[in-house]
């Protein structure tokens, strides 16, 4: 049996691409087989595509702190992202809205290349100071998992998968999901968090025991 994840989660969330990291360490050991599919939640809807300033300003902004603790939270993130092996480069970090990214991941969930596009754009946003808040950024980034690129054009520009956006929000909200990441576990198990691998093997085991 094949036991089905739903993850709710954002580009432009540091907890999000570690949680991703422990939960793939968890699968990794799990007996069984599963199939994740990620879904929309904007941290910060209102961010402009073209965010003026660094990320310590952002993070001063959003959380309303100084800026030197902004700077101290984010250098506690870079350190946490390398237990992981994940490599944060804050200086480079583009801050941008994440709505089109959400759009080219359901473009990509419709051609079997969701997955791979989701880790390609955590790897670009928080890894290599790459824009993933615009059309031909983004675009560029889909033709490299293999998608068309002049099909990932044609849809952002369109908005043909905005309301699959709004979708996936509305259904956060109807589950009760404030903050992400977010795991549901054959459609009855939450597990919230950016928990370690130990706990994500033990809820994958709970939901197939129960499942059986």
Same mark, same amino acid.
């Given at each position: 049996?094949?036991? *089905?994840?739903?993850?709710?989660?954002?580009i432009?969330?540091?907890?999000?691409?570690v949680g991703k990291?422990?939960f !793939? @360490?968890?699968v !990794?050991?799990?007996e069984g087989?599963?199939e994740?599919?990620y879904h929309? %939640?904007?941290?910060?809807?209102?961010?402009?595509v073209d %965010?003026?300033?660094?990320? @310590?300003?952002?993070?001063? #902004?959003?959380?309303r702190?100084?800026?030197?603790?902004?700077?101290?939270?984010?250098?506690?993130?870079?350190?946490?992202a390398e237990?992981v092996g994940l490599?944060y480069?804050?200086d480079?970090l583009q801050h941008?809205?994440t709505?089109?990214?959400?759009?080219a991941?359901?473009?990509a969930?419709?051609?079997?290349?969701?997955?791979? #596009?989701k !880790?390609?754009?955590?790897? &670009?946003? %928080? $890894? $290599?100071? =790459?824009?993933?808040? =615009?059309?031909e950024?983004?675009a560029? /980034?889909?033709a490299?998992?293999?998608?068309d690129?002049?099909l990932?054009?044609?849809a952002?520009?369109?908005?043909?998968y905005?309301?699959?956006?709004?979708?996936?929000i509305a259904?956060?909200?109807?589950y009760g999901i404030?903050?992400?990441?977010?795991?549901v576990?054959d459609? =009855?198990f939450?597990?919230s968090?950016?928990? !370690?691998?130990?706990v994500? /093997? =033990?809820? /994958?085991? *709970?939901?197939?025991?129960? &499942?059986?």
């Amino acid at each position: 049996m094949t036991l *089905k994840v739903d993850i709710w989660s954002d580009i432009a969330c540091p907890w999000c691409y570690v949680g991703k990291r422990r939960f !793939e @360490s968890a699968v !990794e050991e799990f007996e069984g087989d599963v199939e994740v599919e990620y879904h929309s %939640f904007e941290l910060a809807p209102d961010t402009p595509v073209d %965010f003026e300033g660094s990320e @310590s300003d952002f993070l001063a #902004l959003h959380k309303r702190v100084p800026r030197p603790q902004a700077e101290q939270m984010l250098a506690q993130m870079t350190q946490l992202a390398e237990t992981v092996g994940l490599h944060y480069d804050y200086d480079a970090l583009q801050h941008t809205n994440t709505r089109l990214a959400h759009q080219a991941l359901h473009l990509a969930k419709a051609h079997g290349k969701q997955v791979e #596009l989701k !880790e390609r754009l955590l790897k &670009a946003y %928080f $890894e $290599e100071g =790459r824009h993933v808040g =615009r059309v031909e950024d983004l675009a560029d /980034l889909a033709a490299e998992v293999g998608l068309d690129r002049e099909l990932v054009v044609d849809a952002l520009t369109d908005g043909t998968y905005a309301a699959a956006v709004d979708a996936d929000i509305a259904q956060a909200w109807e589950y009760g999901i404030g903050g992400v990441p977010f795991f549901v576990l054959d459609g =009855r198990f939450g597990v919230s968090g950016a928990q !370690e691998p130990e706990v994500f /093997l =033990r809820a /994958l085991r *709970k939901a197939s025991e129960d &499942a059986a």
